[in-house]
Nanobody
Framework: QVQLVESGGGLVQAGESLRLSCAASRSIFITMGWYRQAPGKQRELVAAFTSDGRTNYADSVKGRFTISRDNAKNTIYLEMNSLKPEDTAVYYC??????????WGQGTQVSVSS
């Protein structure tokens, strides 16, 4: 199992920014992305790379969040700007193996106060 380690979460005020990082222990995933889960809600896609290198974003974060990657470091990032209280959630990194199974990180808490 390839390890995924997230970092960069924290407590910020509305309108501020955070940058999340997710480092994979080795290069194997065909897709990687960010998901989030708020209390009492289902886990949802935030932003992800597709297998052909395109990006997908949830409508709620378009224009505010940007996913990027550093292939040399096996790391993806999530730049989150203009944060809102509704962005409060545990953010998870997910990697998809070539054979279809997935691996998740442990999650990092993002809290946005109004």
């Amino acid at each position: 199992q390839v390890q995924l380690v997230e970092s960069g979460g924290g407590l910020v005020q509305a309108g501020e920014s955070l940058r999340l990082s997710c480092a994979a222990s080795r290069s194997i995933f065909i897709t990687m992305g960010w998901y989030r889960q708020a209390p009492g809600k289902q886990r949802e896609l935030v932003a992800a790379f597709t297998s052909d290198g395109r990006t997908n974003y949830a409508d709620s974060v378009k224009g505010r969040f940007t996913i990027s990657r550093d292939n040399a470091k096996n790391t993806i990032y999530l730049e989150m700007n203009s944060l809102k209280p509704e962005d409060t959630a545990v953010y998870y990194c997910k990697g998809t193996y070539p054979w279809g199974s997935t691996s998740w990180g442990q999650g990092t808490q993002v809290s946005v106060s109004s």
